[in-house]
């Protein structure tokens, strides 16, 4: 392993654990970090200047997302994440998202429109300045205040959990599929309508906007992967009633 992108390194606020997260989460994705492939415990900690204590803690909260499996006084690799996974992933995310946008719009209030628009306009700054890692960081916060927001304090530990799987699975729509731009621009009903108190808005551009972020993935880990799979039927066997 090299020595860590900047991109990597600990924001103010940030645990060192995070750290340890994020920093294998941005190594999957450049493909620093190969799935399947062992690692040592040790030679991260060294890598990242820290005490094998908080790489440890971090691992293993990556182990409980099912994201990577340790081999006994061996280290940890990467665990593969399959189509199935990625379809399976946005069904639980429609199944607790959408009913949480149609209760936080419920919920709406002058403090949360602002805390929306704020994250609106950096995420804006950050799809201009085409910071990817930025972007995405606050994209989550979005999602998550939406959470926070309906009340879900279960579905926001699990909602991240989930996102890290699909993170860690090194497929993203951004500059392939869609831009920043387009993405932020799913965003935008979704915080517009719930600004407005408009519920039932809020659910289905929620649905909408995850529905299409879900189906371009699944298809993107297909073709990663080579397989003989119909991305659409696949999608519909996990997602029909959602």
């Given at each position: 392993?090299?020595?860590?992108?900047?991109?990597?390194?600990?924001?103010r606020g940030q645990s060192?654990?995070?750290?340890?997260?994020?920093?294998?989460?941005?190594?999957?994705?450049?493909?620093?970090?190969?799935?399947?492939?062992?690692?040592?415990?040790?030679?991260?900690?060294?890598?990242?200047?820290?005490?094998r204590s908080p790489v440890?803690?971090?691992?293993?909260?990556?182990?409980?997302?099912?994201?990577?499996?340790?081999?006994?006084?061996?280290?940890?690799?990467?665990?593969?994440?399959?189509?199935?996974?990625?379809?399976?992933?946005?069904?639980?995310?429609?199944?607790?998202?959408?009913?949480?946008?149609?209760?936080?719009?419920?919920?709406?209030?002058?403090?949360?429109?602002?805390?929306?628009?704020?994250?609106?306009?950096?995420?804006?700054?950050?799809?201009?300045?085409?910071?990817?890692?930025?972007?995405?960081?606050?994209?989550?916060?979005?999602?998550?205040?939406?959470?926070?927001?309906?009340?879900?304090?279960?579905?926001?530990?699990?909602?991240?959990?989930?996102?890290?799987?699909?993170?860690?699975?090194?497929?993203?729509?951004?500059?392939?599929?869609?831009?920043?731009?387009?993405?932020?621009?799913?965003?935008?009903?979704?915080?517009?309508?719930?600004?407005?108190?408009?519920?039932?808005?809020?659910?289905?551009?929620?649905?909408?906007?995850?529905?299409?972020?879900?189906?371009?993935?699944?298809?993107?880990?297909?073709?990663?992967?080579?397989?003989?799979?119909?991305?659409?039927?696949?999608?519909?066997?996990?997602?029909?009633?959602?």
């Amino acid at each position: 392993m090299t020595s860590p992108d900047s991109r990597t390194l600990p924001q103010r606020g940030q645990s060192l654990t995070d750290q340890v997260m994020n920093h294998v989460r941005h190594a999957v994705v450049t493909g620093e970090m190969e799935v399947g492939r062992l690692y040592s415990v040790y030679q991260l900690a060294e890598q990242l200047g820290i005490s094998r204590s908080p790489v440890r803690d971090g691992l293993l909260r990556l182990e409980e997302a099912g994201l990577i499996e340790f081999s006994r006084n061996r280290g940890f690799r990467i665990i593969p994440t399959s189509p199935h996974d990625v379809a399976e992933i946005f069904s639980l995310r429609l199944a607790l998202e959408v009913p949480a946008a149609l209760r936080a719009a419920h919920a709406s209030t002058p403090a949360l429109a602002a805390t929306f628009n704020n994250l609106e306009a950096r995420m804006r700054s950050a799809a201009e300045r085409e910071s990817l890692d930025e972007f995405f960081d606050l994209d989550q916060q979005v999602h998550d205040t939406i959470l926070s927001a309906a009340g879900s304090n279960r579905g926001r530990g699990i909602v991240n959990r989930l996102r890290d799987s699909t993170r860690l699975l090194g497929v993203s729509t951004a500059g392939k599929e869609r831009s920043l731009t387009e993405i932020l621009g799913e965003h935008a009903p979704v915080i517009e309508a719930i600004n407005a108190g408009k519920g039932q808005e809020a659910a289905a551009a929620m649905r909408e906007h995850l529905t299409r972020t879900g189906r371009l993935l699944v298809s993107q880990a297909i073709t990663a992967q080579h397989l003989d799979l119909d991305p659409d039927e696949l999608w519909r066997d996990f997602t029909t009633g959602y």
